[in-house]
């Protein structure tokens, strides 16, 4: 392979660009829309895991005023949100890829393309010091009266409703006003804006800002409060910078009257700066919608895990992950503590050893996402079948057989339907061998927990072993330890991925087929194991078959 320094400075000399500076930086002309523009490229990495820069150095010859995905600094940003591959056995051809992209970039700017290139990008324009905003999107206009927080072990500020976050302790309150709206901030000419004064024309020019918005900013900067405007597209916001005549008056020993200072404010808009920041959502339910997008959650379903062991845990975070505890809470029942020989396969560590597992559980996750709603409760759940039966879903976690069946024996004299209470069944099969998932819907013809086996000591209906009479391996025991189950921590994460899936086909309206399995150990376990949904077992003692 040649140097690749060399093929990029041929390719790029062939066309018509000259080296700037050493080591490899090139200066020459692109075309948009067949309008020359003049660009810097810088190649920092040859092989790209750096990309290459792009530097509009002279657009005068292009047909418009403004220019979109520009950067302070003239930067071209023509990597798109999937990132772009370039081949390092194909340095020239690169190179070429590179500017045709920021030669795209910019023919978007034409044909009035830039003004919605600008609004999904307002905050990457306003440039201010970053912020996570964990305040919700709203669905009508309005002030939301806010804190600016710091958490322990986070630098970043975090920007939460009015007393919300109080189980973090943070370590400081400053209070903020936000001006949340439910749609898109639109861009205007003056944007970025450099003072207050452009700050309220941008705001009045925006369709349907919250009623009484403009004394709520002038009152909040007579008051040194930070302001945030907040919507789909963007969160921007600032501290206001006093011009000195104001800032000698805010300062003096000698106490003002507040109306007094808020008039002289109102008065001086035009000289008052503003220290910008940009926020970043950081809301529990955002971070759910941003990866299932158009797809099922499990936002405001009531759902209770029994069971917070190796699966159980696992799930847990899970669970959050796709909606679980937002907007209603998620409860977890367990009656154990974590001992040293759960480290192994749990999602808890070290400093959780002794603790009971429903409330350290709990812990974990309100450190994952402050936002998330968990109902630790260490108590027996089949003993708690009145406040069970009140669930959207309830998902065994445990493995047991025995759990499992009282369960399932609670939920069949239930008088709730199968599409008001699901039950779903997640466990690890033999020594890590499979994990299978079992939901049940009281479908007439379906099966339920105990049918999938011929008898409580029976043999396995679906059985994903190769020989369904292998013997089970089982460590010894020792003094103040019962014997245990030894297999991986595959197994059990597996299960709780497959109740995962199951969870949201369920919330989706479309549960599928019901048994499901994944085979681990292909040595062990059935090579072709389909999920299916099994019928009643004629002689089940707890459906009546």
């Not at 919250?210 to 009152?219: D, F, K």
């Not at 209603?328 to 154990?336: A, E, R, S, V």
Request: aromatic residues 8%.
């Amino acid at each position: 392979m040649a140097d690749p320094l060399w093929t990029i400075d041929a390719t790029l000399k062939h066309q018509g660009f000259t080296l700037e500076r050493p080591m490899a930086t090139y200066r020459g002309q692109i075309l948009a829309h067949g309008k020359p523009a003049t660009v810097e490229i810088d190649i920092p990495d040859v092989r790209f895991v750096t990309p290459p820069t792009v530097r509009l150095v002279d657009g005068s010859a292009l047909p418009v005023p403004e220019l979109a995905h520009l950067m302070t600094n003239g930067h071209i940003c023509y990597v798109g949100e999937g990132g772009l591959p370039l081949d390092l056995y194909n340095p020239g051809g690169s190179v070429l890829r590179v500017l045709a992209e920021a030669s795209a970039t910019l023919e978007r700017s034409f044909s009035g393309g830039a003004k919605a290139d600008f609004e999904q990008e307002l905050s990457a324009y306003w440039k201010g010091s970053s912020i996570y905003c964990a305040i919700a999107r709203v669905k009508v206009p309005a002030i939301v009266q806010a804190e600016m927080i710091l958490l322990d072990g986070i630098r970043t500020p975090v920007l939460v409703a009015k007393g919300a976050w109080a189980h973090c302790r943070p370590q400081s309150r400053v209070p903020t006003i936000v001006l949340a709206f439910a749609t898109q901030l639109q861009h205007t000419t003056t944007f970025p804006l450099g003072s207050l004064a452009a700050v309220l024309d941008y705001i009045a020019a925006q369709p349907n800002p919250p009623n009484g918005w403009r004394e709520a900013v002038l009152a909040a900067t007579a008051s040194s409060r930070p302001v945030f405007l907040a919507a789909p597209n963007a969160i921007i916001g600032w501290t206001p910078q006093f011009p000195p005549s104001l800032e000698l008056i805010r300062s003096a020993k000698a106490g003002f009257r507040p109306a007094f200072f808020r008039k002289m404010v109102d008065k001086q808009t035009q000289e008052l700066g503003l220290d910008r920041m940009t926020g970043t959502e950081t809301d529990l339910r955002f971070c759910v919608e941003r990866n299932l997008v158009g797809e099922p959650t499990l936002i405001g379903k009531k759902i209770a895990i029994v069971g917070c062991g190796t699966i159980g845990s696992n799930l847990a975070k899970m669970l959050v992950q796709a909606g679980a505890g937002c907007d209603h809470p998620l409860w977890l029942y367990d009656t154990d503590r974590l001992s040293p020989g759960n480290l192994g396969r749990h999602l808890l560590g070290f400093s959780d050893l002794g603790k009971p597992k429903a409330d350290a559980v709990a812990d974990y996750l309100h450190g994952f996402h402050p936002d998330v709603q968990i109902e630790p409760k260490g108590i027996d759940a089949s003993q708690d079948w009145a406040a069970l039966e009140t669930c959207d879903l309830v998902i065994d976690a445990t493995g047991d057989p025995n759990v499992a069946s009282a369960l399932n024996d609670l939920w069949l004299k239930s008088d709730r339907t199968g599409d008001q209470l699901a039950l779903l069944h997640c466990w690890v099969f033999g020594n890590g061998i499979a994990s299978q998932t079992f939901l049940n819907l009281k479908d007439a013809d379906l099966a339920c927990y105990r049918c999938l086996r011929t008898g409580f000591d029976g043999q396995w209906r679906y059985s994903p072993l190769k020989d369904a009479n292998s013997p089970l391996r089982m460590a010894p025991a020792r003094c103040g330890e019962a014997g245990y189950i030894p297999f991986a921590v595959d197994a059990p994460v597996a299960a709780a991925s497959l109740a995962l899936r199951t969870a949201l086909d369920w919330a989706g309206g479309k549960p599928g087929l019901r048994l499901r399995t994944v085979v681990l150990n292909h040595t062990e376990g059935r090579e072709a194991m389909k999920w299916v949904s099994p019928t009643r077992f004629d002689q089940c003692v707890a459906c009546g078959g």
